[in-house]
């Protein structure tokens, strides 16, 4: 078995796919490619963290690099640090949605960006040749830096369009025993919100302590726990804290497509401009945008992808549908902190409205999502629903199709083996239609 490589990082399951040998492998390699200098390792509470540290930080070493060690932080965290005068990259040593038995490594350059093409490109040249290792002079030194978490704080705070003070409010925060357990509750603090905790840890066996990735299907618990406590609203994270889903103040699972579209919409309403989403986000983006008169792009699937989109087309505001809110004036990375933060700007600003009332006033949308497992290349799928669906409105990321009040998006993973079919309608109908067609092609071509 082999990790996986993609624009989202390298990882596998641990002691499988991804074992200390790959690890070394890779932050060596990534040493070579920053060059020597310090760089910032953070990671998340998955049990084979610490010894994914441990081979990430000798790998570093082995080529010159001074690990700088940020312990259990937020990947956004280690995007932000990574950007601090002299560093000269960062890991963020996480495996995000995946469950407890995945790690991996997600790679970042010194602008605080996860690595662009050309440098995945050169990253991968690299990888396999023979590297020259340091000599015991010239061996990198490890650091340990603490701060790194209120440093983040402080910058949201800092952040123009928001609202520190008001109205009153209450939040429920679902961490699944991740990264944002210390983060989120110290972000709430200083935004003066009430708040409870469900979730804080990981098991003792070393898995989340609910599915990991903040979806409807995984967020039941939040849902009785924003009732119980009569609160304003839920919020639910994934392991490392980039991404954020919302409960409105009945418990209702609204999910991650709306975070990203009451974040454009928010901003858009005190900084118009254009937006940017991936190819597998909701319409509610483009209504949200259109809302302001303002025009929404897409990008290809991938945090990376959509930074370099807004790059593009100018853009400070955007993100993807999984929950990911980019304010690329603070920083170009998803960030569950800004998240949060236009969700209690928005109540603030708007004193009479609730998140539910927010929700309502947009159309209602049915979103589907399926993977099957992918045994072999995506060329021969993409051959096969070439001729069933005829050719692709847009072909820079899988296959996406528009549809007459909705879109198809078909797509490899870039995080496990599995090829996704995401699709968004207001009349199911094109959906089922649209599925059994991929459904049966998969099965064609052997993948099942």
């Not at 200390?20 to 390792?41: C, H, K, N, Q």
């Not at 603030?348 to 045994?375: E, H």
């Not at 909705?406 to 995080?415: A, D, E, L, Q, V």
Request: proline residues 6%; glycine residues 12%.
């Amino acid at each position: 078995m082999k990790p996986i490589i993609s624009g989202s990082g390298i990882r596998g399951i641990f002691g499988a796919s991804l074992t200390i040998a790959d690890v070394v492998e890779f932050a060596s390699t990534f040493g070579v490619l920053v060059g020597r200098g310090p760089v910032v390792v953070g990671r998340d509470t998955r049990r084979s963290g610490p010894a994914v540290e441990a081979a990430v930080t000798a790998g570093l070493m082995s080529v010159g690099c001074d690990p700088v060690l940020l312990g259990i932080v937020p990947t956004p965290t280690v995007q932000l640090e990574a950007m601090r005068e002299g560093i000269r990259g960062g890991i963020a040593i996480t495996s995000s949605h995946n469950p407890g038995e995945w790690n991996a490594l997600k790679l970042i350059g010194d602008d605080g960006i996860f690595l662009r093409p050309a440098g995945r490109t050169h990253l991968m040249e690299l990888l396999g040749r023979e590297r020259e290792n340091a000599d015991y002079r010239e061996v990198g030194m490890p650091r340990e830096l603490s701060g790194s978490v209120e440093r983040h704080i402080e910058g949201v705070l800092s952040i123009p369009w928001l609202i520190p003070g008001g109205r009153p409010l209450k939040a429920v925060l679902d961490v699944t025993g991740g990264a944002a357990a210390s983060f989120a509750p110290m972000l709430m603090e200083r935004l003066g919100v009430d708040y409870a905790v469900i979730n804080p840890e990981m098991t003792p066996g070393g898995d989340f302590p609910r599915i990991a990735e903040p979806t409807v299907e995984s967020l039941n618990e939040l849902s009785r726990a924003v009732i119980e406590e009569n609160a304003d609203l839920g919020f639910a994270f994934d392991p490392d804290g980039d991404r954020l889903a919302l409960v409105d103040e009945n418990g209702r699972i609204i999910g991650e497509d709306y975070t990203v579209a009451l974040a454009i919409d928010f901003i858009l309403s005190v900084r118009p401009g254009p937006a940017v989403v991936n190819l597998s986000t909701s319409r509610l983006a483009e209504d949200a945008a259109v809302k302001h008169g303002c025009r929404l792009y897409r990008s290809p699937v991938g945090e990376v992808n959509v930074v370099e989109e807004m790059e593009k087309r100018g853009s400070i505001t955007g993100g993807e549908g999984n929950g990911g809110v980019i304010d690329r004036e603070f920083h170009a990375g998803r960030d569950s902190g800004v998240a949060m933060a236009c969700a209690v700007s928005f109540l603030r600003n708007n004193p009479g409205s609730t998140i539910g009332s927010w929700a309502d006033s947009y159309p209602s949308y049915i979103m589907f999502k399926k993977k099957l497992p992918l045994r072999t290349g995506f060329d021969p799928v993409r051959s096969r629903l070439l001729e069933e669906y005829g050719p692709a409105d847009d072909t820079r990321d899988g296959l996406w199709y528009y549809r007459d009040g909705g879109w198809m998006h078909i797509r490899p993973s870039g995080t496990e083996p599995v090829v996704r079919f995401i699709a968004e309608n207001r009349d199911n109908s094109y959906i089922e239609e649209d599925f059994v067609i991929f459904r049966e092609a998969m099965e064609s071509v052997c993948v099942e």
